[in-house]
């Protein structure tokens, strides 16, 4: 075992404490990737609040960039130096979901407690969500990793980890979007900017974007979106109707949390549309909704994990689209910080002004 910092959780609503762990080396199948960014995602916050309860101490963070550090057996062709991007998704390659080509939702456990990480006087330690990215280094599957060009920065790749992938994906792979069809999309915040991109990217005609305030949708107007709606409106699906022309949408995208918006979001849709959840409420969180409408127009309720992505399909993809500017990734940082200040970044994000804000690892 080695010693490395990282911000752990030890309270549910508490500050994260910079301390040292031990991470053990790279198992069968694993690789050790010393880290350069984690992105701070709403996940690891909603975690850190207890709002998914799970065992503590802890280790979050999950969109991670880095260079491989160490190998173990088994770990396809990956070597020490190859610059990767490092996901949440742990798939086991062989259940029937990785088989059928969804390993968003691979079926094979992961004891996240007997993982790589203990305290540092050897006590059990959480890696959270397969990764504990909120450390130096992480030891994870070959399979939750992808190689990225050396040239790009780490902090833009660590967007592909979880928000990027998540809001491409869910417009691509889960609405299923064909150019042509209308879109409204629900919270214009880390994920929604980008199931705005991906709305663009599949060609859709008319791009809603629904947010709180004038300035989160002006942002969503620059990532793509035609049309803006104050969800503070009472009935803020009329004012998308009249921007569609009249008609509901082919697909509403539900990023945010808040269970208000899931309550709402079939009201969005015309007849054959699809309302795609992608956000992630608070366990026990309950929503309503009239099913003799969605009989009679024939729309769908579809859950969404990650842009049920194949992620060595989809972020190789991703990274073209950026580097031929059909992809914005600069533009969603929007703080940068260090390990020690994590805590203020958290606080940042908590706002909900803020788009991603980035941890940078110093290594000298
Ligand atoms: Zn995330
Ligand atoms: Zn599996």
Sequence with gaps: MQSIKAAVCRAFGE??????ILIAPPGMGEVEVTLDAVAICHSDISFASGAWGGHLPAVYGHEAAGIISAVGDGAGDFRIGDHVVVT????CGSCPSCAG????????????????????DGGPLEQAMACGAFAEKVVVSHRQIVRIPETLPKDLASLLSCGVITGVGAAVNAAELRPGQDVVVIGAGGVGLNA????????????VAVDMTEDKLDIAMEFGATHGVLASLKQPWKAAYKALGGRGADAVLITVGAIRAYDQAPRYLGSGGKAIMIGMPHSGDMSSYEPVVLAALGQGLIGSKMGDVVIQRDIPWMIDLYEQGRLKLDELISGRWALS?????????????AKRNVILFNHD
């Design 101 to 120: 080509g969804k390993p968003t939702v691979c079926e094979t456990p992961y004891d996240t407690i007997n993982g790589p990480l203990r305290t540092v």
């Design 196 to 207: 705005i991109q991906g709305a663009r990217i599949a060609g859709a005609r008319r791009i």
């Design 341 to 353: 200040q994590i805590n203020e970044a958290i606080e940042d994000t908590k706002t909900g002004a």
């Design 15 to 20: 500050p994260l404490v910079i301390e040292d």
């Design 88 to 91: 949440l998704i742990r798939a």
